[in-house]
């Protein structure tokens, strides 16, 4: 989906609630997505960075022309939905959201509560035993391809000119992944993607 926000308060997953959303269920049960029917699944790579892409510094000409061979075969595959690299963390910021309220954790946080950091986030590139320290390591770029499952993604990935960097490949969720959506909620949401892929 194009928004999608899950609560990891343990109070919205206690038994009376999953009995009041069973309740709910039978009483109005929402109509039954065929998933078996959805559309070929999208997945998201995210690729991680190293020190050079934080300093800003600029791949060689050689690695641009392969980077640019390997985005034309998946383009002319029809894989590839869309995809950029990112500047440095120093041009970028965070912005974090404090948790919410155990009492009420459906309710938006207080805007008081957020707080914004400027870059650099001061990525810690190599563990201690000088092994890459992957968790720790900024995002650069992405892509998003369409692949018959994660299999064919990471096939894709394979192909890359990506040494020195990993790539995360992560599945996109479809309106058919979430069963509490409303219907209202799918066809606007299903709006949107159309509308958004008429301006490319």
Same mark, same amino acid.
């Given at each position: 989906?194009?928004? #999608?926000? #899950? %609560? =990891?308060?343990?109070?919205? #997953? %206690?038994?009376?609630? $999953?009995?009041?959303?069973?309740?709910?269920?039978?009483l109005n049960p929402q109509p039954k997505l065929d998933c078996s029917r959805r559309i070929m699944p999208r997945y998201l790579l995210l690729l991680h960075g190293d020190q050079d892409s934080e /300093?800003?510094?600029?791949?060689? &000409?050689?690695?641009?022309? $392969?980077?640019?061979?390997?985005?034309? @075969?998946?383009?002319?595959?029809?894989? =590839? =939905?869309?995809? @950029?690299?990112?500047?440095?963390?120093? &041009?970028?910021?965070?912005?974090?959201?404090?948790?919410p309220d155990p009492a009420n954790p459906n309710k938006p946080g207080r805007k008081s509560d957020i707080a914004v950091t400027n870059g650099p986030f001061g990525y810690t590139m190599k563990n201690?035993?000088? $092994? +890459?320290? !992957? %968790?720790?390591?900024?995002? +650069?770029?992405? *892509?998003?391809?369409?692949?018959? /499952?994660?299999?064919?993604?990471?096939?894709?990935?394979?192909?890359?000119?990506?040494?020195?960097?990993?790539? !995360?490949?992560?599945?996109?969720?479809? %309106? +058919? /992944?979430?069963? /509490?959506?409303?219907? !209202?909620?799918? !066809?606007?949401?299903?709006? *949107?993607?159309? @509308? =958004?892929?008429? &301006?490319?």
């Amino acid at each position: 989906a194009l928004f #999608q926000r #899950q %609560s =990891l308060n343990p109070i919205s #997953q %206690s038994p009376f609630n $999953q009995l009041l959303h069973s309740l709910q269920e039978t009483l109005n049960p929402q109509p039954k997505l065929d998933c078996s029917r959805r559309i070929m699944p999208r997945y998201l790579l995210l690729l991680h960075g190293d020190q050079d892409s934080e /300093d800003g510094k600029m791949p060689s &000409k050689e690695i641009l022309e $392969q980077m640019h061979a390997f985005n034309a @075969e998946i383009m002319s595959a029809g894989a =590839l =939905l869309g995809g @950029e690299g990112l500047h440095a963390t120093s &041009k970028g910021a965070r912005v974090s959201f404090s948790p919410p309220d155990p009492a009420n954790p459906n309710k938006p946080g207080r805007k008081s509560d957020i707080a914004v950091t400027n870059g650099p986030f001061g990525y810690t590139m190599k563990n201690p035993d000088g $092994q +890459c320290g !992957e %968790s720790k390591r900024p995002v +650069c770029g992405f *892509w998003i391809l369409k692949a018959k /499952d994660l299999e064919e993604a990471v096939a894709w990935v394979k192909k890359g000119p990506l040494a020195g960097t990993y790539v !995360e490949v992560r599945e996109i969720f479809e %309106s +058919c /992944d979430i069963p /509490d959506m409303t219907k !209202e909620m799918r !066809e606007e949401e299903e709006g *949107w993607r159309k @509308e =958004l892929e008429g &301006k490319k």
